[in-house]
C-alpha cells in the first residue's frame, strides 16, 4: 500500500508553546489530506480536510486559529497546534488518497504512523 | 453521524472464527475498515463501495449488504496477530471518513 509518514513520532512541550507535526506521502501525490485527532480508547475524530493549494475545511467545533494547517505541496501537509494546552494533549493522525500511484483502490485512505503530543 | 459497530469487545481463542458489524441508519457511499494496535496508527484492511459485494485477504473479509447500510467483517480462523481495535470508517461523496467507536478484538493463545 500507500505510504505515508508524520514527523515527529512524538513530542513534548511546554503549555502556551507551538507544535508543528509534518503529513508526507512518500510514493504518491495527495491533494488531499486529512487530519484526526484520537483521545485514548476512543475513536478517531476528523478535524480538518486540508487541501493542496487552498484553505483547509474544519469540522464543526474544531478551531481554526488554534489548529493551523498548510498543504505546501502535493506530498506535504503541516498540523501546527499553536499555544498547546493540556488538554491539547492527544493522538494526531494524518491520512492521505492515494489519487496517482495506481496501485490503490480509490476512496482508500492511508494512515501516518501518527504523533502523540504531551503539553505540560 | 457515527456508524454503530458491533460487538463492543470480543476475546477468542487462537483459531476462532469472529464477525464485526458496522451499521448506519441511511445508506453509504462507501465503508472502509481498518485495524489499529495500541499507541500505533490504523492500518487499512478493506474497502467496500458497492451493495451486495464481498472481498477478502487471506483470512479476513468483509461483506456490504444490498442496501449499502450495513458491513460485516469477518475473521477466519483468527490469529495472535489479528488482536487490536477494528474500526469502521463510513464514506461520503466528499471524501471524508466518520468512523464508529470501534470493536477491541483479543486473540489468546
Known amino acids: 500500500g500507500a505510504v505515508v509518514s508524520q514527523h515527529p513520532s512524538w513530542v513534548i512541550c511546554k503549555s502556551g508553546t507551538s507544535v508543528k507535526i509534518e503529513c508526507r506521502s512518500l510514493?504518491?501525490?495527495?491533494?488531499?489530506m486529512f487530519w484526526y485527532r484520537q483521545f485514548p480508547k476512543q475513536s478517531l475524530m476528523l478535524m480538518a480536510t486540508?487541501?493542496?493549494?487552498?484553505?483547509?475545511?474544519?469540522e464543526q467545533g474544531v478551531e481554526k486559529d488554534k489548529f493551523l494547517i498548510n498543504h505546501a505541496s502535493l506530498t506535504l501537509s503541516t498540523l501546527t497546534v499553536t499555544s498547546a494546552h493540556p488538554e491539547d494533549s492527544s493522538f494526531y493522525i494524518c491520512?492521505?488518497?492515494?489519487?496517482?500511484?495506481?496501485?490503490?483502490?480509490?476512496?482508500?485512505?492511508?494512515f501516518g504512523p501518527g504523533t502523540r503530543l504531551t503539553v505540560l | 453521524q457515527q456508524p454503530v459497530q458491533s460487538p463492543q469487545a470480543v476475546i477468542l481463542r487462537e483459531g476462532e472464527d469472529a464477525v464485526i458489524n458496522c451499521s448506519s441508519s441511511?445508506?453509504?457511499?462507501?465503508v472502509h475498515w481498518y485495524r489499529q494496535k495500541h499507541g500505533e496508527a490504523p492500518v487499512f484492511l478493506m474497502i467496500?463501495?458497492?451493495?451486495?459485494e464481498q472481498k477478502g485477504h487471506d483470512k479476513i473479509s468483509a461483506s456490504f449488504n444490498e442496501k449499502k447500510q450495513q458491513s460485516s467483517l469477518y475473521l477466519t480462523a483468527s490469529q495472535l496477530s489479528y488482536s487490536g481495535t477494528y474500526f469502521c470508517g463510513t464514506g461520503g461523496s466528499n471524501y471524508k471518513l466518520t468512523f464508529g467507536k470501534g470493536t477491541l478484538l483479543t486473540v489468546n493463545p
Open positions: 486540508s487541501n493542496e493549494g487552498s484553505k483547509a475545511t474544519y
Open positions: 510514493d504518491f501525490q495527495a491533494t488531499t
Open positions: 441511511k445508506a453509504l457511499y462507501s
Open positions: 467496500l463501495l458497492k451493495g451486495g
Open positions: 491520512s492521505a488518497r492515494d489519487l496517482t500511484s495506481g496501485r490503490a483502490v480509490p476512496d482508500t485512505q492511508y
